[in-house]
């Protein structure tokens, strides 16, 4: 009788992840509501303990660097566990990689970033490769004949690894390799040299690249420094003739989380290169790709964070304490409560965000004003709310949380990195003051987004008229940026709220982080918000 297990909840598997409002009405209000059966075919199998099993596995069991051969020959490949290729298969299967690009229907990007947030609830690492193959279709229609030769098999629902010529799979991931040790995000700074050979019509790479990320695709976008400037340049992994590019893996780096995925210091010595776009307009060319791999970086954040907080919901369910529910406590209600409003918050803005991508391939010109800017407004902020969400909902589940069988030790490692990947807060601070300034389009576009909602909350009119005083102040805008952007994101998100959401919720979000009555951490809303209607609607069972 000693160890009579009770008052312990049960597995949380064999549910519906994408059992969630707030999503299924976003992706029906941005276009895409023809994926809904998708949608949820998705997430029955995102929540079973088949797909838990690979996730845990992948990340328990993580890639090995294969430098060599037993004789020597050099291999510079990775070895993955097999439940890293199911949960790879099963991504590029549904159309997460490249197929919104190739697929007419409007709402496409949007029933891809859908499905995206859905698959990255249980294991997010994967998400790596598939976001930059996602993303590098845009940046390499800048080379029209390379565009024609891989763009159809970067848009194939065909999971093929192995290092083979690109021609000859049935599918291909892309990855991208930016940033060197001296420079950083100051891609600027790079020393790579690309040097023309006539005799191939071709570039030579000499290098070495500091975070490279999933090097067992089989192509890169890559910077490097050629004679009329810093350029973006395409390497294969394979050459057409079947011989292995010069890609030299030093080591995979020993990361706090993203464990499944290996990230990589490849060095380039006379690799073959194809420019994509012309010389020294690299930056513009790369940041087609970045753009994407932003938004989904928006997207990923807002999937953790409710993969977070069903856990906590799922675990005060069924747990009792101090004489009752946890779920009946008013304390850990509000706590509940505040984590879901921050959660839809989230997943609100990443839809609308896909949406715009969405409206804007297709030639909406308000629409791609709209997203310069949005985009990385939504990144700064989303993604700096994730560590604080998850930590929060982590302590829901008091120790047991604290404990890697529990999931959220990997969800709590991986946190932090959507907000580094692709230019960290004070990187995305400065772009959107970049954009103010450069399109002012845009900025007109932003604020008409914010003011949709005018009349509806007198909190959220008061903070639109506050932004537009706060941007038309030029003194010491950079000092304020930070503070002005995240201002931007909470307009935005209380203007889709108040516009779309229920009214316990908007009007929750509008009286904490529009009206100023919120503390410092979550659980702090003020009283009379209904938080048993928020959290009724948050829970997907």
């Not at 159309?95 to 496409?108: E, S, V, Y």
């Not at 753009?291 to 919901?313: E, K, N, P, W, Y």
């Not at 450069?438 to 007198?458: K, T, Y």
């Not at 038309?472 to 503070?483: C, F, I, K, N, T």
Request: some cysteine; overall charge neutral.
């Amino acid at each position: 009788m000693t160890h009579e297990v009770f008052n312990q909840p049960p597995p949380l598997t064999g549910y519906d992840v994408a059992a969630d409002a707030a999503l299924t009405e976003a992706v029906r209000r941005e276009g895409a509501g023809w994926a809904d059966a998708d949608l949820h075919k998705l997430g029955l199998r995102a929540g079973s303990e088949e797909t838990q099993r690979w996730a845990d596995e992948a990340n328990r069991y993580e890639p090995r660097l294969l430098p060599v051969d037993r004789y020597g020959h050099r291999l510079d490949e990775v070895d993955f566990h097999p439940s890293w290729h199911r949960l790879m298969d099963v991504a590029v299967g549904e159309g997460l990689a490249g197929a919104a690009w190739t697929d007419p229907r409007p709402g496409a990007h949007v029933a891809r970033a859908a499905g995206f947030f859905v698959w990255a609830q249980p294991e997010a690492g994967h998400g790596c490769p598939i976001s930059m193959t996602y993303a590098v279709v845009p940046a390499l229609r800048n080379n029209p004949a390379l565009s024609a030769s891989f763009e159809p098999l970067l848009a194939s629902r065909s999971y093929d690894p192995g290092l083979r010529p690109p021609t000859e799979k049935r599918g291909l991931l892309a990855g991208m390799g930016m940033t060197e040790k001296q420079g950083g995000s100051d891609v600027r700074a790079n020393t790579t040299k690309a040097v023309f050979s006539p005799e191939t019509g071709t570039y030579r790479l000499t290098g070495h690249k500091w975070f490279t990320s999933a090097p067992m695709c089989d192509l890169f976008l890559v910077l490097a420094q050629a004679p009329g400037g810093l350029s973006c340049f395409l390497v294969p992994r394979v050459l057409p003739d079947g011989t292995r590019n010069t890609f030299r893996i030093q080591r995979l780096k020993d990361k706090l989380g993203n464990r499944s995925n290996a990230s990589s210091e490849p060095e380039f010595d006379n690799t073959v290169a194809w420019l994509v776009g012309a010389e020294g307009q690299g930056v513009r060319t790369i940041i087609e790709m970045v753009s994407m791999t932003r938004l989904d970086c928006v997207t990923g954040s807002a999937s953790g964070m409710r993969a977070a907080l069903v856990q906590a919901i799922h675990h005060v369910k069924h747990r009792s304490a101090f004489g009752g529910p946890l779920i009946g406590k008013p304390a850990m209600r509000n706590v509940l409560a505040d984590l879901a409003i921050e959660s839809e918050a989230a997943t609100a803005l990443a839809m609308r965000l896909a949406g715009s991508v969405d409206r804007a391939v297709r030639g909406d010109q308000a629409e791609q004003a709209f997203r310069r800017l949005a985009i990385p407004v939504g990144k700064f902020w989303v993604c700096k709310r994730q560590p604080a969400v998850v930590g929060e909902a982590l302590e829901c589940l008091g120790g047991n949380g604290y404990v890697e069988d529990s999931g959220l030790p990997r969800l709590y490692r991986d946190a932090p990195l959507n907000s580094i990947w692709e230019g960290s807060g004070n990187v995305q601070a400065l772009d959107v003051l970049r954009a103010l300034h450069r399109s002012p389009d845009s900025l007109e576009v932003f604020l008409a987004e914010a003011a949709a909602a005018s009349g509806a909350d007198r909190r959220l009119d008061e903070a639109v008229r506050e932004l537009r005083g706060q941007l038309a102040d030029q003194s010491e805008l950079e000092v304020r940026a930070r503070r002005v952007v995240e201002r931007m994101a909470l307009v935005l998100q209380g203007s889709l709220l108040v516009r779309h959401a229920p009214a316990a919720v908007a009007d929750a979000f509008c009286a904490s982080r529009l009206g100023g009555d919120w503390g410092h951490t979550f659980g702090t809303l003020p009283a009379g918000v209904d938080t048993a209607a928020i959290i009724e609607r948050a829970a997907p069972f």
